[in-house]
């Protein structure tokens, strides 16, 4: 009798995995385009009126440092922001993340 107990063949795959995929090629991300404000806030005011009628608990709002789109799902009667996306610490990383970059490239000029 075989240690696995069930006769005296070792246990054999039914089966083998095929190789994997070749991984597809990185798609370079496009540059962002550079919007005048007027014309964001204009956008995010219209936004905001049209969410009004159906969900009074999201806001949009542009953060003035990044210049990212904001939404926060808030609480209609005590207006507390119940989440935002992205979040105050990832709002924080990618501030910091820029005034590094515009650190290093003060420094390599």
Do not use: C, W
Not at 71 to 90: H, L
């Amino acid at each position: 009798m075989s240690v696995n107990g069930i006769g005296s063949s070792p246990l054999t795959p039914i089966a083998t995995a095929a190789p994997a995929a070749p991984a597809p090629a990185a798609v370079p991300a496009a540059a962002p385009r550079a919007y005048p404000p007027a014309a964001l806030n204009a956008a995010v005011e219209a936004a905001n009126r049209a969410m009004g009628g159906l969900a009074n608990n999201l806001e949009f709002i542009i953060d003035e440092e990044s210049k990212r789109t904001v939404v926060r799902v808030v609480n209609k009667e005590t207006r507390q922001v119940i989440r935002q996306f992205p979040s105050d610490e990832m709002l924080s990383i990618s501030h910091a993340i820029d005034r590094l970059q515009g650190l290093l490239i003060h420094q390599t000029a």
